[in-house]
């Protein structure tokens, strides 16, 4: 079971060296292709996975700090949601020790950043994701968000084939998988690339966290505000490596998570530095935020309880 300790006040001084926050892994990169024209970026081709570097070992859960700043769908109040521009930029700003992405299945299999069923609300295109081949899918372009600071232009999306390729062992990836019948192809690509202790693997459904678990993938399962006045939760314990909680949920409910022997809560979609000091002093040990540049920025107030990541 999980102890918790006592209570740490972070300082302004102290904040960032506790979460830490620092771009320890972030490394230049070459020119952009026109697919990904904001983004230092050349992704692999999807068929010829990059392995680790010899001299650096994959980076894995097991080394993320006491507090672990999320970048959600790459952080989508400071770049475009689930593109290669915006996971490259998140990741070389060092603001996030995790980088979210979320992934659906085309027509023909191929799993795609896409966090919609539908084009519409992200794309120059409309309709269903899941119609879409690869051939089709390299037509669609992003349509960034004008509220966006920074200049962002219209990109391909993303394959999670060069995702993984592209950060493979870089950095924590979490992929939530969108589809449920997608995670059988998601194991085939992580466990390929060695990556199965540097992806996290998300889903509502504790059915597909589980079946996640049993693939041999690191399992997270999220849960919202309503399901977490009912959940129990230390039956997700044997198969979960991450609860995912939602910052909304009252005050027992995240202490009742935090107490469920699972090692790491975090919570999402944390926005605002008053609602990551919630969190944080209620026992969450992370946050999945839209907007990592900020929090990175703005110290802790209050204490923090900073419990060891201990299993078992």
Known sequence: MVTLAAPVTLTAVTALAVTGLT???AAPAPAAPAAFPHAAVTPAAPSAPAAPRADRSPVTVDALPPVVYTAHRGGALEVPENTMSG???AYQRGTAQVLDVDTRMLRDGTLVAMHDRTLDRTTDKTGPVRKLTLKEWRQVRSRPDSALRDSWR??????IAEVL???GGKVVLMLEAKDADSVRTLARMVHRRG??????????KPAVAKRAHQLGLTAQLWRSYQQ???DRFERFRPYVAVLDVDYRARDEDLKRAVRSGIPRVWAHTVNTPKQRDRVL??????VITDAPGLLSRTPVQGPVR??????G
């Open 195 to 204: 990556l199965t202790r540097s992806v996290l693997v998300n889903s509502n």
């Open 23 to 25: 771009p320890a892994h």
């Open 165 to 167: 390729d592209r950060f």
């Open 281 to 286: 002093r209620l026992g969450c040990n992370g």
């Open 306 to 311: 900073a419990r060891p990541l201990s299993e």
């Open 87 to 89: 996971l490259v930029a």
């Open 154 to 159: 219209p990109e391909r999306p993303p394959t």
């Open 228 to 230: 977490m006045r009912t």
